[in-house]
């Protein structure tokens, strides 16, 4: 019977690795048949039987034992791949995310964040709905500008402007006329006429106090180099010195000024005085077809200077109703600073 066995075992050595493991399941179903062969041994040896019998009788065996192993090893075997794909489009939670589906059979704790979850999708989806009606409301109306009128900052704008048009004629909608030019110190929402009333008094109650920064002093504001913002605008920076410092300090005021009249005026953030000439926004359609600004286009302008303008004058302008016939904003309310060695009627 040894020999015969020897013969058996390097057909099962060639089974798969599961087909080892379906094999521990299977004893326990041929345990009938296993003390079959024992007491059909047993049988065979007290009635003197042959060995080659017991030989065909254990092969015999080892067949069934082959073809139940073979039986559930098919069963045992998972299936192809394109089978469990094709099983799973059939299921309905094909979509849903894998995490989330654990979440389905982890502890009722994470069932009730999922909902909160979902829940709280909703009340953002709310918020950023009230939140667009709210800015749309309190989008800014009205500024705070100081002017630019000094014919050299002006024209050499205008030279960098015709540069730039003659390199990308798209951009002529983009740039800023001449009597726009501004800085512009603070932005706010003004909702009705009451509200502007009580901005022109804040504007005019700020004086009092700039004129106690001035001291009698000029202000000279250099206008050096140009830079943008994310390609969107471009604008000639103020040269950083202590005239730039004081009008930094000018902005600070009068936010706090027009914030204790009850008016939000920008944010606590860090002013930082600029002069724009040109941005996509001017034009919607222009927006369409240019994506950003070409910063090569002013690159022989980077460091150059425009001129200085000295401060004289802020003024409360309207951003909607119609421009002045120079081109500059409509003013509801001026303040106007006398420059030494010189008489400035208001």
Known sequence: MRPLLRRLLPALRSATARALLARRAVPMAL????????????????????????????????????????ITQQKEEPCA????????????????????????????????KKKRKRTTGREIEEGIERKKKKNKQYQPNYF???????????????????????????????????????????????????????????LSDSKVF????????????????IDHFRNQVGFVNLAENDHTTLLKEIAETMRKIFEEKGIMAGEE???KPHLTFMKLSKSTELRKQVKKIDSSLYEDFKN?????????????????????????????SSIVFVKPGCQIEG
């Open 31 to 70: 345990r009938p048949a296993e003390g079959a062969e024992r007491a059909g041994g047993n049988a065979r040896s007290a009635a003197d039987g042959a060995p080659e019998l017991d030989g065909l009788e254990n092969i015999q065996q080892k067949k069934i034992f082959k073809e139940r192993k073979e």
């Open 81 to 112: 791949a394109d089978s469990i794909d094709s099983l799973m489009a059939e299921m309905p939670f094909v979509d849903t995310d894998i995490e989330d589906e654990c979440a389905m059979h982890a502890t009722s704790e994470l069932s009730i």
């Open 144 to 202: 705070i500008s100081l002017p630019i009128t000094n014919p050299k900052i002006t024209g050499s704008i205008q030279a960098v402007q015709d540069a730039i048009i003659q390199k990308d004629q798209r951009l002529s909608k983009a740039m800023v006329r001449s009597g726009s030019l501004h800085v512009t110190m603070l932005v706010m929402h003004l909702s009705s006429e009451e509200e502007i009333s009580i901005a022109v008094g804040a």
């Open 210 to 225: 700039i004129d106690d920064l001035l001291k009698g002093k000029r202000v000279d504001l250099s206008f050096q180099g």
């Open 269 to 271: 953030r860090t002013f």
């Open 304 to 332: 150059h200077y425009f001129g200085d303008e000295i401060l004289h004058r802020f003024d409360l302008c309207s951003m909607l109703k119609k421009k002045q016939p120079n081109g500059y904003y409509y003013c509801e």
